[in-house]
């Protein structure tokens, strides 16, 4: 069983940064990719950004672009989304989301992200 657990969410002006984490445990986890996805409101949980666990391959959502940089420490099984510029419509919670074999397999409890403007 694959644990995630999301932090570094929480309230920021417009403008503002905030950096989120997702740890990994579990005696069997083992990853393809990983990624960020988010749900605001009354809202359908949209994708955010994904990096591939061996190389390092990235992608976002264009909202984000720019703005959004997703990374991983493998010898710490932690992915980071450093978010800039931050908007009033990032406001969400965030989760992570653990791919492996075509599916994602384990997801976090999710991290307030709230952005006043």
């Known amino acids: 069983q694959v644990q995630l657990v999301e932090s570094g969410g929480g309230l920021v002006q417009a403008g503002g940064s905030l950096r989120l984490s997702c740890a990994a445990s579990?005696?069997?986890?083992?990853?393809?990719?990983m990624s960020w996805f988010r749900q605001a409101p009354g809202k359908e949980r949209e994708f955010v950004a994904r990096?591939?666990?061996?190389?390092?391959?990235?992608s976002y959502a264009d909202s984000v672009k720019g703005r959004f940089t997703i990374s991983r420490d493998n010898a710490k099984n932690t992915m980071y989304l450093q978010m800039n510029s931050l908007k009033p419509e990032d406001t969400a919670v965030y989760y992570c989301?653990?791919?492996?074999?075509?599916?994602?397999?384990?997801w976090g409890q999710g991290t307030q992200v709230t952005v006043s403007s």
């Open positions: 990096i591939n666990w061996s190389e390092g391959r990235t």
């Open positions: 989301a653990n791919y492996y074999r075509g599916e994602y397999n384990s």
């Open positions: 579990g005696r069997t986890f083992v990853s393809h990719a």
